[in-house]
């Protein structure tokens, strides 16, 4: 349905001026707009770049509860979307709006055509090569679990709203010393400090990467593994936060924290007949 009456006339006219729109907001905040117009515009404030190398797929809307999906393909354009930012993740889970106007008059009225995230977002390989990515619905939040199950780890996350640990002076900046793309060392950061950080987070604060995070997912002597590559550069700066294991044991000695432990670490697995030789 069309946001107001300029845009029904446009589309029940014998010839049609109609452009399709589509909204990007990153995760980091970082909001970008493209048309199929051979020409920008501008809607709400805001530039509708021309992108004639990005195109939608047939976008198919029902009444019924399924997920609604979209493909969405196109060339890299060094100053809208590029191979760095795609690799880097940034564009994963983005907010999409997908909208139809009237291109010579844009803000007469628009007709939503769809709505929701971007899927992982992969790019081609060679300088010609282009992106593929798919939206999904908000109706795909509907096949997502969100009843948690039973475990003898913790499921909070180290100073959230549930684990309520005070994150002041658990956190420290510091500079990259070396990274192998799989993880790094930081200055100050030696063997017996590291020890902090396993299941802990790095944030960078300079350089190409900067904004994203990955989890420390290791700590071998005094280097950092990521879960993720990330290309960080010695002398680049870093914020890193305190990890916690998730065990019983260490929220109790470590944190004090045993009544917010959000875990089950007293009911037995399913090895239990095995530990005790069965019955």
Known sequence: MADDAGLGEALSGELTTLAICWRVVRGDGVALGFTTHDGSLRIGGMVYANAPGIAPSAIVSSDAIEVDTMDIAGALSADAITAVDLALGRYDGAEVEVFMVDWQHPDGGRQVL????????EAGSGPDAGFTASLRGPTAMLSATRVESYSPECRAELGDWRCRVGMRGRSRRAFVAASDGEGAQVVGV???????FGDARLRVLSGPTAGLERRIVAVVGDGLR????MA???GEAVELFEGCDKRFATCTAR????GNFRGEPHVPGGDVLTRFGGF
């Open 190 to 196: 030696d063997a017996a400090a590291a020890a902090l």
């Open 255 to 258: 944190f004090g924290n045993g």
């Open 232 to 234: 960080v550069a010695a």
């Open 114 to 121: 769809a709505r929701g995230w971007l899927g992982t977002v």
């Open 226 to 229: 990521f879960d993720e590559p």
